[in-house]
């Protein structure tokens, strides 16, 4: 049986294994703040993924602002998108909802939000 997991990447670049809400939640209001940035300078940003170790892989990007970023690979090297990049502006705590679905595997959920193409 494939085996689940959940990772973080802060604004900081550090990686976050099984994150909690409260990790969560903290990581979202250092991208909000606008005070952190990327370790390379630029604007920062976090992003939950959720995947399987042989397969199918999800992530939530959320960048300073509110811009939020959906990505579905076919596996974690993103070596094949599975869609689209779709796209969105949120408040913090939709933002945090969308992570809440995503750790819980609600990808269905996530994938009926109202995202625009990346174009």
């Known amino acids: 049986m ?3 997991w959940v990772m973080l990447t802060r604004p900081d670049g550090r990686d976050v294994a099984a994150p909690s809400e ?8 250092d991208v909000y703040s606008g005070k952190t940035a990327a ?3 630029g604007p920062g940003s976090a992003v939950l993924r959720f995947g399987y170790d042989d397969g199918l892989m999800y992530e939530v990007e959320v960048s300073t602002g ?8 076919s596996d974690r090297d993103c070596e094949i998108a599975l869609a689209g990049p779709r ?4 408040a ?3 933002a ?3 992570w809440r679905l995503l750790a819980q595997r609600q990808v269905a959920k996530i994938r009926n939000q109202p995202w625009q193409d990346a174009g």
């Open 66 to 73: 509110g811009g939020v970023r959906f990505a579905e690979w």
């Open 39 to 41: 370790p390379d300078g």
């Open 2 to 4: 494939a085996h689940a």
């Open 87 to 90: 796209v969105m502006t949120l």
């Open 22 to 29: 409260a990790q969560m939640a903290a990581a979202l209001a």
């Open 92 to 94: 913090q705590a939709d």
């Open 96 to 98: 945090l909802q969308l």
